[in-house]
């Protein structure tokens, strides 16, 4: 199956791996002018709503997973093909969860290159990762040596069927460097761009590394879920653990 994206696809009714597509980072990194050298160094978090498939005994596990893909694998999975690849784990019978959990992440380990990371997450575990945009200090990636641009109404456009794509932005620049105005004005420059929500991220990254010459600097994404599915990316000046906060919103 290719470039299901935009397409009308039916979901598959079997165990489908071979649905999943691969987007070639350095694709959309030649497309940012003078890109970063830090475009690679953060992480894709994704947030899974529908993860779902069959135990044994005949039970029907439904979860919300996180998956975390590295920002330095050669491929991402476009994302329309990762929802077509999850429901076809829907009337797969797995020995039990961890079957499960492994069996994604060696699938999507194939298909970006790198390994990546799948937990389940409880309700509880849900909340407590869930915060409103006006309630993020907790959110800080550096030692306090920041200052903080947040923003809500981030637009960009799908590079496939041109739609808008909607995201809140978390921002952090080391103090010294910080200008809101110049921060703005790269935020706006990209509201008409066509790009995945990974490349966007990276070249607002680039914008501002360029705009500010930062000592540090750090860019997170939160657009909206679409297909049971958000995606969240982080990039960073510094090498960060992967983080699985989302926004209420998302």
């Not at 641009?149 to 909607?166: E, I, K, M």
């Not at 049971?228 to 983080?243: H, L, N, V, Y």
Request: a negative charge.
């Amino acid at each position: 199956m290719d470039a299901v994206l935009g397409k009308k696809v039916a979901a598959p009714q079997y165990y489908a791996p071979e649905v999943l597509e691969p987007i070639d980072r350095s694709l959309g990194r030649r497309g940012i002018t003078g890109p970063s050298l830090h475009v690679d160094q953060g992480h894709d978090v994704w947030h899974c709503y529908e993860l779902s498939w069959l135990l044994p005994d005949g039970q029907v596990r439904y979860a919300t997973g996180v998956l975390v893909v590295p920002a330095s694998s050669p491929f991402t999975v476009e994302s329309k093909s990762l929802k077509l690849y999850l429901n076809s784990l829907n009337a797969h019978v797995f020995e039990n969860d961890n079957a499960a959990i492994r069996c994604i992440c060696n699938d999507l380990a194939a298909v970006t290159g790198s390994p990546v990371m799948l937990e389940m997450m409880s309700s509880v575990d849900l909340r407590s990762a869930s915060w409103l945009l006006d309630d993020i200090a907790h959110l800080g990636l550096s030692d306090g040596s920041t200052t903080r641009f947040a923003c809500s109404g981030f637009r960009s456009l799908c590079p496939v069927t041109a739609q808008p794509d909607w995201a809140s932005l978390i921002i952090d620049v080391s103090s010294t460097h910080f200008n809101a105005g110049l921060i703005g004005e790269s935020v706006d420059a990209l509201r008409n761009h066509q790009g995945f929500h990974e490349q966007c991220i990276e070249d607002l990254f680039t914008r501002l590394e360029r705009a500010l010459t930062p000592d540090e600097l750090h860019v997170v994404g939160f657009f909206q879920r679409r297909g049971g599915i958000d995606i969240t990316p982080w990039r960073s000046s510094q090498a960060c653990k992967p983080r699985f906060e989302r926004l209420f919103e998302q």
